[in-house]
C-alpha cells in the first residue's frame, strides 16, 4: 500500500469501517510509515477537538425567554 | 453511559407529562444544540432562532419519537433542518450564489483530488489540553469557519453529533458517497490547520513524503 491509497481510505480507518483484510494492509503500511501514523494520530485528534468542545453558551437573556417560551408551550398543550 | 441512560428515563416521564423532566432535558441539549448551530450558521441571533425551533418542535413532537435514535441525535436532525432553511433562505437572497447546497456538489465523488497533506507533526498537547485553553477558542473555531458551507456541515453531523454516514447523507440531501468526499476533505483540511496551529515545529515531518523518505525530519 502507498500512502495516497492510504489516505483515500483514511475514513474507513478512522471510523473503523475498514475491510479487515484491507486493514492488515493498512497497519503495515503504518507501521513502517511515520508520516501516516502522524497523520492518522492529528486526524484522531482534531475530530476530538470539536467532538468534545462546546465552545459556546446560551445568552443567559436568551436562555430565560427560551425556558419561558417552552413552559408555556407545554402548558398550553398539556392542558387537558 | 450514564447521560443516556438518564436521557431515556427523562424522555420517557416527559412523554407521561412531566414538565420538569422536559426542562432537564432541555437544560442538557441546549448547549450543545446552540453551538451546533452557531458552527453551522455562524450568527447569534440565527443560533437562537435554531435552538428555539428545535426545542419547540421536541415538545410538539415528543410523542413520535422513536428512539431509534438517542435523544441528542434526535435534536441534533432537528436542529439541522432549521438550520437548512436559513443557509437557503441567505442562499436564495444572496444573488451571487447560484448553487444550492445540494447541486453544490464534488464534480465526481472520486478520491483523485484529494489534498495530499503538508504540515505533518504530533501536537505540543492532546486535544483536552487545549480545550482547558479559553484563548485558543479563537484558533479551534476559526478553523473550522473557514471550511465551506458544504464540508462544514458534513463534518458537524458526522464527526461532532456522531450521526451515521446514511443518516448525514439522509438529513443533507446527499449521495453517501458524496458525504464520504465532504468528510475527507473536511478532516483532512481541518487537520492541516489544526496542526500548522498546534503542531511541535521540532517534530515535523516532510510533507509530501515517499515510503522511504517518510521518516526524515525537516530540520
Known amino acids: 500500500m502507498k500512502c495516497e491509497e492510504l489516505l483515500a481510505m483514511l475514513n474507513e480507518y478512522v471510523d473503523g469501517t475498514v475491510d479487515p483484510a484491507i486493514c492488515q494492509d493498512f497497519e503495515r503500511h503504518l507501521a513502517g510509515c511515520n508520516p501516516c501514523q502522524v497523520v492518522v494520530d492529528n486526524i484522531r485528534h482534531t475530530i476530538t477537538l470539536y467532538k468534545d468542545g462546546q465552545p459556546y453558551e446560551l445568552p443567559a437573556e436568551f436562555r430565560r425567554r427560551l425556558h419561558t417560551t417552552l413552559r408555556q408551550r407545554w402548558l398550553e398543550t398539556h392542558a387537558s | ?219
Open chain 2, 1 to 219: 453511559m450514564v447521560e443516556t441512560d438518564s436521557d431515556e428515563i427523562w424522555v420517557r416521564q416527559a412523554k407521561a407529562g412531566d414538565l420538569s423532566a422536559f426542562e432537564a432535558l432541555v437544560s442538557r441539549h441546549e448547549g450543545r444544540v446552540y453551538s451546533l448551530a452557531q458552527r453551522m450558521l455562524r450568527q447569534e441571533q440565527d443560533a437562537e432562532d435554531v435552538v428555539q425551533q428545535t426545542f419547540l418542535s421536541a415538545l410538539e413532537h415528543l410523542a413520535g419519537f422513536r428512539e431509534e435514535s438517542s435523544f441528542a441525535t434526535w435534536l441534533a436532525r432537528i436542529a439541522t433542518h432549521a438550520a437548512l432553511k436559513i443557509i437557503r433562505r441567505r442562499q436564495s437572497r444572496d444573488a451571487t450564489a447560484t448553487v444550492s447546497l445540494e447541486q453544490n456538489t464534488e464534480p465526481q465523488p472520486g478520491y483523485d483530488t484529494i489534498p495530499h497533506p503538508e504540515y505533518i507533526a504530533d501536537w505540543r498537547q492532546s486535544p483536552h489540553k487545549l480545550l482547558e485553553q479559553k484563548e485558543l477558542r479563537q484558533t479551534i473555531e476559526g478553523a473550522l469557519e473557514t471550511l465551506d458551507e458544504k464540508h462544514r456541515l458534513v463534518f458537524l453531523l458526522r464527526d461532532v453529533e456522531g450521526l451515521s454516514v446514511r443518516d448525514t447523507a439522509q438529513t443533507l440531501g446527499l449521495s453517501e458517497a458524496n458525504v464520504k468526499v465532504r468528510l475527507l476533505r473536511a478532516r483532512l483540511q481541518l487537520r492541516e490547520k489544526l496542526t500548522t496551529a498546534f503542531g511541535d515545529p521540532a517534530r515535523r515531518l516532510v510533507g509530501g513524503h515517499t515510503h522511504e523518505a517518510g521518516a526524515a525530519a525537516v530540520s
